[in-house]
């Protein structure tokens, strides 16, 4: 059974840098085509997708938030950790990591769905 | 970006009623669409992905058609847990784009 669990601060201010922490089991990094994604979803919004790391460390971005976002993993803790950089009201909402699905060939991966999917962490960004 | 566009926003149906919502794409994603149901204060769960394939353990009632840029998900004999919000992804390329969402109400 795969279970993604998402952890970091509730609470950041304006211009900080919030960093979130996925941590997942029941897969692993060290096969190949797995990934994992990060989604936000403003309150009463829909959703974004933001970033996505695959298991040979290839690293996606969404290209409207790609100079403040950087994806990591920690293969040997079942972890990726997400970095967004200059937070700022309108970055308020819930960040939900996600279990990536989707083709892969010898030389890349491509088309992309998500399931399982964490809880969710509410990040508000208010001084 | 790939634009995707759902319609109805909102519907109001019945328990038993047949719903379709429709995603369009602002191109085409060939086959590569998934559909989401999420509940309020609830992540989102998968139903479908390339177009009309079930995700395990979800019930046949729901159904995914299309191709190209048109696409709709199909809710037959609608049961009381089915009222939810809905949203159509593209997983052609990245950035991975959801359409904005259509609830699905309790008349």
């Known amino acids: 059974q795969i279970t993604l669990k998402e952890s970091g601060p509730t609470l950041v201010k304006p211009t900080q840098t919030l960093t979130l922490t996925c941590s997942f089991s029941?897969?692993?990094?060290?096969?190949?085509?797995?990934?994992v994604g990060w989604i936000r979803q403003p309150p009463g919004k829909a959703l974004e997708w933001l970033a996505l790391?695959?298991?040979?460390?290839?690293?996606r971005y969404s290209p409207s938030l790609k100079n403040r976002l950087t994806i990591t993993k920690d293969t040997s803790k079942n972890q990726v950790v997400l970095t967004m950089s200059n937070m700022d009201p309108v970055d308020t909402g819930t960040y939900y990591c996600a279990h990536r699905l989707g083709y892969c060939t010898t030389n890349s991966c491509f088309a992309s769905w998500f399931d399982p999917w964490g809880q969710g962490i509410l990040v508000t960004v208010s001084s | 970006d790939i634009q995707m566009t759902q319609s109805p926003a909102s519907l109001s149906a019945s328990v038993g009623d047949r719903v379709t919502i429709a995603c369009r794409a602002s191109q085409s994603v060939g086959y590569y669409i998934s559909w989401y149901q999420q509940k309020p204060g609830k992540a989102p769960k998968l139903l479908i992905y390339?177009?009309?394939n079930l995700q395990g353990g979800v019930p046949s009632r729901f159904r995914g058609s299309g191709s190209g840029t048109d696409f709709s998900l199909t809710i037959s004999n609608l049961q009381p847990e089915d009222f939810a919000t809905y949203y159509c992804?593209?997983?052609?390329?990245?950035?991975?784009?959801f359409g904005q969402g259509s609830k699905v109400e309790i008349k």
């Open positions: 029941g897969f692993s990094f060290s096969s190949s085509g797995v990934g």
């Open positions: 390339d177009v009309f």
């Open positions: 992804q593209q997983s052609t390329s990245t950035p991975y784009t």
């Open positions: 790391i695959y298991w040979d460390d290839d690293k």
